[in-house]
């Protein structure tokens, strides 16, 4: 069973920077694609930024040039760098692992485990 917990979530200004971790435990030698998704009160849950077993990144239009994801697959832990924050981009954040390693989906429904979410607040 796959277990993810992410950290590094927290409360800044318009114009901050956050990074968020996700540390992974449980693969059993499973091969996974990654992602990063939010969810805002009252708003569906929606994809922020993956990546590929083969390292390869997609992003959600409205954190192109803003957010980087990236993972150490020696420490089993996913990262997603988050500069010029604004406060649109508050939301509890997510971390998930889909077996669709090849090409994941910006979308949530192919995920199959989650962590439990990591607040991110940004003030005007």
């Known amino acids: 069973q796959v277990q993810l917990v992410e950290s590094g979530g927290g409360s800044v200004q318009a114009g901050g920077s956050l990074r968020l971790s996700c540390a992974a435990s449980g693969y059993s030698g499973g091969v996974y694609g990654m992602g990063w998704f939010r969810q805002a009160p009252g708003k569906e849950r929606e994809g922020v930024a993956v990546?590929?077993?083969?390292?390869?990144?997609n992003y959600a239009d409205s954190v192109k040039g803003r957010f980087t994801i990236s993972k150490d697959n020696a420490k089993n832990t996913l990262f997603l760098q988050m500069n010029s924050l604004k406060p649109e981009d508050t939301a509890m954040y997510y971390c998930?692992?889909?077996?669709?390693?090849?090409?994941?989906?910006?979308?949530?429904?192919?995920?199959?485990?989650w962590g439990q979410g990591t607040q991110v607040t940004v003030s005007s």
């Open positions: 998930a692992a889909t077996l669709l390693h090849w090409a994941p989906s910006l979308h949530p429904v192919p995920y199959n485990y």
């Open positions: 990546i590929a077993s083969h390292g390869g990144t």
